[in-house]
């Protein structure tokens, strides 16, 4: 969903060619108090904003785009800015959107699964450490062997998502 927020009587048509245009539902707020109310109530894929409301209330402004959440905030001048300009702002910013999530998911599965490679290395060890141990009871290097075997097949499960995400990032 987008929000548009815009005081102007054209607001409705706007919302309606970008809707039509995007396939995705528009909420209008004529102020930045609706719009604050609106961005409480839910989330968005794009906040479009008027920027002479920007500059009537800059710090209403600025409060209002920190509180966006995920959504890509657009400020447009919508006195010089045909509605066809808008929508090719608002598609542009949501691809970029897009990609910028792509990327962070990218980089957060690839730092998890460092991490968990690192602990299952310091869990390999420890079981083969303690199968050396000739005290052990047959029942406790039961134990540690499925230890192992659990470890091993986390590090292959691991190492098949990474040639997904590698093989779906080359066709990206």
Same mark, same amino acid.
């Given at each position: 969903?987008?929000?548009? /927020?815009?005081?102007?009587? #054209?607001?409705?048509?706007c919302?309606? $060619? ?5 396939? %995705?539902?528009? !909420? @209008? ?7 604050r ?42 006195? /010089?800015s045909?509605?066809? #300009? ?5 598609? $542009? ?5 897009? %990609?910028?999530? !792509? @990327? ?69």
């Amino acid at each position: 969903m987008i929000l548009l /927020i815009w005081s102007s009587e #054209r607001a409705g048509e706007c919302a309606e $060619t970008i809707q039509n245009a995007l396939d %995705r539902p528009v !909420q @209008i707020a004529s102020n930045l108090e609706e719009a604050r109310a609106e961005l409480k109530a839910r989330a968005f894929s794009a906040v479009l904003l008027d920027q002479s409301l920007c500059e009537a209330s800059p710090l209403q402004a600025d409060s209002l785009l920190q509180h966006l959440g995920s959504a890509a905030p657009v400020i447009v001048n919508f006195a /010089i800015s045909n509605i066809d #300009r808008v929508v090719r702002t608002v598609r $542009t910013a949501l691809a970029q959107r897009h %990609r910028e999530i !792509q @990327i962070a998911r990218t980089e957060a599965c690839s730092t998890l699964r460092k991490e968990l490679n690192d602990d299952l290395s310091a869990l390999f060890l420890v079981c083969e450490t303690g199968l050396q141990d000739p005290t052990l009871n047959a029942h406790t290097v039961e134990q540690m062997k499925q230890i192992d075997e659990i470890g091993k097949h986390i590090r292959q499960k691991l190492q098949a998502e990474k040639a997904e995400e590698v093989a779906s990032a080359a066709h990206a």
